[in-house]
């Protein structure tokens, strides 16, 4: 078995001590794996693709908290629509109209965190800080009324200069400070989640040190 259940619960006291949440990223691991954190207490899971998602969340406990953390096309919405919990990875208007439009037709609000692109590397998706801006500005004038949108969420550099990761958690702690209705901000997984925690996260996505590596 991969699962590090020792790691799990150290992290997740000191995850607890500190008001910091956890999200388990199970993306590409079996489900008996996932069960194991689950029995160990864990709910909320991370998952990247739309189609796993959905087949997983079929064969788990309904009181699991499912968190999109992939990148998400607007024609895939509708399948998660009804029993995601946080959507992480929102990054144009045309995705928040879609996911509007789906949770309108559901009656129900779906939670979402905007992200922003903080890495040096070209290839990571998200926000510059005037896209953000933008979409703030339709979100303010209620543009999109069974979306909430709880805070932000980013992916530093794969790097090994903390100070450059430092710094680019505290560009994006920076730009949710500056929007008091937020609450979560998601940052920091397996190889940084000391720095994310050094800069003020609330949220951690943390596969590979739970789960083992991913093939
Ligand atoms: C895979 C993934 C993670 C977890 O990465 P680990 O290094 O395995 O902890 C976190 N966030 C996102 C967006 C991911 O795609």
């Excluded at 069960?35 to 079929?58: C, I, M, S, T, W």
């Excluded at 995601?84 to 509007?100: A, F, M, T, W, Y």
């Excluded at 339709?138 to 709880?150: A, I, L, N, S, T």
Aim: hydrophobic residues 45%; charged residues 25%; proline residues 2%.
């Amino acid at each position: 078995m991969s699962v590090n259940k020792k790691a799990f619960i150290e992290l997740k006291n000191k995850l607890d001590a500190q008001q910091v949440e956890l999200v388990a990223v199970s993306k590409t691991k079996p489900i008996a794996d996932i069960k194991e954190l689950v029995d160990l207490g864990q709910r909320d899971f991370g998952e990247n693709y739309v189609q796993e998602l959905v087949e997983k969340a079929a064969m788990l406990p309904a009181d699991i908290r499912w968190h999109f953390i992939g990148h998400l096309q607007s024609n895939k919405v509708k399948q998660i629509a009804a029993f995601v919990h946080l959507i992480h990875g929102v990054d144009s208007l045309k995705l928040l109209q879609e996911i509007n439009k789906q949770a309108t037709k559901l009656g129900r609000t779906i939670n979402c965190l905007l992200q922003i692109h903080i890495a040096q590397e070209e290839t990571k998706f998200g926000l510059d800080e005037s896209e953000l801006v933008a979409i703030m500005k339709e979100v303010g004038d209620q543009k999109f009324p069974h979306v909430h949108v709880r805070g932000l969420m980013g992916m530093a550099s794969f790097s090994d200069d903390e100070q450059q990761v430092a710094n680019e958690f505290a560009s994006l702690k920076k730009l949710f400070d500056a929007y008091p209705t937020f609450t979560i901000l998601s940052m920091g997984m397996s190889g940084d989640y000391e720095l994310a925690l050094a800069a003020g996260s609330t949220m951690l996505r943390v596969g590979s040190l739970l789960f083992g590596e991913r093939g």
